[in-house]
């Protein structure tokens, strides 16, 4: 006997899109405007993307739940769960999970680009899930809008990803999310923000299940705090669930009993205790044991466990090691092997897609992901907190099918560049076995769409934006795994290798920036082995950039003053990530990201390469 019950006060709704199409500035406006909240909560910048690195960089990187309580022009209530996502493709895995804890989602797309790569992706996941998303073309305040276009493009988007006629006919609507409004046409500019209330309210089944049957819950996300540990997000399908309630936890790690220390509810951009909660609520849950993503929760005497979540796999690996550079220690509060373990171990707790394993060598660890920004911002977040490590050259993850065959990650990417600069990507792209797929121009723009191996997107960005003087735009997604292509070509520029500990000179440095482009400016430190700069040509060379000039007389110190130096490349962590080959490590401290050759001694390197010839020798005469 089911009796399911509709919560008509309740919605739960997630906002999806591709990167910068403006969710989290959307949902702001929803805050700003639900009158929830008092004015010196609403200060400042978007309230939604409030961990520093987000406002840094101004994207979403966690997905974050928030609830409103709307109050309709009839002074009907409604409390509202909001689900902001991320938009970079590395954190789709996320967004598939929370989006199944929805009834209904907004999907965005800017008005001037259109459909992009991830708004493929996440739109695919909520009409897998059956969900009708309600369409709203965003920053229509943009000059460069083109609304009907992009209407089209969304349209052939659902077709082409098979939408049943339902979820065809889905509601359009139009909004600047930035200057908090929303209409239903294109070319009439709203009032308000109260088009998109109303649209949640009208369009988005009430939250629904059966209260009075068996508990079912499943948790989707994972938060973490210092004091309570673990928090397991997840929404209550059937049944109810109380603060210190007996419960049984069913999941990949087998089953095992447990209490509820406390269920809390969302409120506003926090979470409140709740004595209970039932059918349709989503809820946060403290103490339970050991809890992981796609554990169902249920009740002993009575248990209906769901199936559990496939955990999207890494696809991005590298080696996180002790910094053992000449300058270790010097800006960095954890240095050791054991705290750099301890660290990763906690960022376990609620990074649910990545991995960490042991070596064979105690002093690093292999530490896996979905991409270099998911892998870039942990190191990032590290290095802020005070921690040193030296990171390996990021290997795609390959793996076996079957019937044994290799496989490899395929990515589908996207480039739009001034047409005079196609020839350069489709060059570029080509060299690392991407095919082109699609091609348009729109208005002296070409979009070209590519099916690229993801080894070959290491290091494509900044090659990509040299060849276009920057004026490329590129977004990629994971596409699949496809039979492993062979290798991609790696860098075809040698470095400079400093040769001694000390200072770089104004002198040595424009001595040697003719020869290529310079990683340290005047005074900057280096140590030998320390990577200075980049050499024109294909082989490494050793280099000494500390040396000053002889000073013999007056007119040549003033002639240096004169010398000009051109600024030094300094890359942020994934950049120099992506820059580096198998024998070089990124050095990253709090203050500092330097590239290193693994080997710091000339004589060690050249030792080494000559085993390495060696064994090739061997191996050709073996066959
Ligand atoms: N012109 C215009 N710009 C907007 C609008 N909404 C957002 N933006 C800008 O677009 C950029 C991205 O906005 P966000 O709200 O952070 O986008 P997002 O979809 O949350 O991004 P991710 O979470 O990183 O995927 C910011 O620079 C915003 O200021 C809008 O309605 N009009
Ligand atoms: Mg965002």
């Not at 409140?272 to 050991?290: H, S």
Request: proline share 5%; charged share 25%.
């Amino acid at each position: 006997m089911t009796a399911m019950t509709q919560r008509t006060a309740l919605r739960n709704i997630a906002i999806i899109a591709h990167v910068d199409h403006g969710k989290t500035t959307l949902v702001d406006a929803l805050l700003r405007q639900s009158g929830n909240f008092r004015d010196t909560q609403l200060t400042g910048d978007l309230i939604m993307d409030s961990n520093p690195l987000e406002r840094e960089r101004g994207i979403t990187i966690l997905a974050k739940n928030i609830a409103i309580t709307y109050r309709a022009q009839d002074g009907v209530e409604t409390k509202i769960n909001l689900i902001d996502t991320p938009g970079h493709a590395d954190f789709g895995g996320e967004v598939e999970r929370v989006l199944s804890m929805a009834d209904g989602c907004f999907l965005l797309v800017d008005s001037a680009e259109g459909p992009m790569p991830q708004t493929r992706f996440v739109l695919s996941k909520a009409l897998s899930l059956g969900l009708k998303p309600i369409v709203v073309i965003n920053k229509i305040d943009r000059v460069d809008r083109r609304p009907d276009e992009v209407l089209n493009e969304v349209f052939d988007l659902f077709v082409e990803l098979e939408a049943d006629d339902d979820q065809l006919d889905f509601p359009v609507l139009y909004a600047s999310g930035r200057d908090g409004w929303a209409s239903h046409a294109a070319d009439v500019k709203g009032a308000d923000i109260r088009p998109i209330f109303e649209a949640i309210i009208a369009k988005v089944p009430p939250a629904a299940g059966d209260a009075s049957g068996p508990l079912r819950l499943r948790i989707q996300t994972l938060a973490y705090s210092e004091y309570v540990g673990r928090i397991g997000i997840g929404r209550v399908w059937g049944g109810r669930i109380a603060t210190n309630q007996q419960i049984k936890l069913i999941g990949r790690s087998g089953e095992r009993p447990g209490k509820v220390q406390q269920v809390q509810l969302f409120e506003g951009f926090g979470r409140v205790d709740a004595v209970e909660a039932q059918a349709g609520d989503i809820v946060a849950l403290v103490g339970l044991p050991n809890v992981e993503i796609g554990d169902s929760i249920v009740d002993p005497k009575n248990p209906s466990p769901m199936p559990t979540l496939d955990i999207e796999p890494p696809t991005l690996t590298m080696t996180f090691r002790v910094n053992d550079s000449p300058f270790v220690g010097r800006d960095g509060d954890h240095v050791t092997s054991r705290k750099i373990r301890d660290r990763l171990m906690r960022e376990l707790e609620s990074n649910v897609a990545l991995k960490v394993e042991e070596t064979t060598d105690t002093d690093s660890m292999r530490v896996s992901g979905r991409g270099l920004m998911h892998l870039g911002i942990l190191i990032e977040t590290m290095r802020r907190e005070g921690y040193e490590l030296s990171v390996g050259k990021p290997e795609v993850v390959l793996r076996k099918n079957e019937n044994g065959v290799l496989m490899e990650p395929v990515e589908r990417l996207v480039v739009d560049v001034p047409e005079a600069n196609m020839g350069a990507v489709m060059e570029l792209v080509g060299l690392r076995r991407g095919t082109l797929e699609k091609m348009d121009q729109r208005s002296g723009v070409s979009h070209l769409q590519f099916s690229i191996p993801a080894r070959g997107l290491i290091g494509l960005r900044t090659r990509l934006m040299t060849a276009t003087a920057g004026e490329a735009v590129v977004h990629h997604t994971f596409d699949g795994y496809q039979p492993a292509k062979g290798e991609a070509p790696g860098r075809t520029a040698g470095v400079m290798i400093a040769n001694m500990s000390g200072r770089a000179t104004t002198y040595k440095i424009n001595e040697l920036q003719v020869r290529g482009t310079m990683f340290v400016g005047n005074t900057d430190e280096v140590y030998e082995g320390m990577i200075v700069g980049e050499h024109c040509r294909e082989n490494d060379i050793v280099v000494n950039v500390t040396e000053a000039k002889q000073l013999t007389n007056f007119r040549t110190t003033s002639k240096d003053a004169a010398e000009v130096l051109r600024p030094a490349w300094k890359p942020t962590v994934e950049q120099a990530l992506e820059y580096i080959e198998a024998d070089e490590y990124v050095e990253v401290t709090p203050t500092a990201i330097r590239i290193r050759k693994t080997m710091l001694k000339e004589a060690e390197r050249k030792r080494a390469d000559r085993t390495k010839v060696k064994a090739a020798k061997i191996e050709a005469m073996a066959v």
